[in-house]
């Protein structure tokens, strides 16, 4: 589910990985892998994420 909420977030504003990637910590190799399925990111980055997309749209 999470997954999915980055791919909308990323197509409804055209946001490049690269800088969601900076904006939440992570390098955009492992943020590229994880939504292609070869890489589980550890539950606090996802919680770093969730949170991140959270304020983004509150």
Request: charged share 30%; aromatic share 8%.
């Amino acid at each position: 589910m999470l997954k999915t909420r980055v791919k909308e977030f990323l197509s409804a504003l055209g946001l490049p990985k690269s800088r969601f990637a900076a904006d939440v910590g992570i390098s955009i190799s492992a943020l590229k892998k994880w939504l292609n399925d070869d890489l589980e990111l550890a539950q606090s980055t996802q919680n770093r994420i969730d949170e991140f997309l959270r304020r983004y749209n509150s």
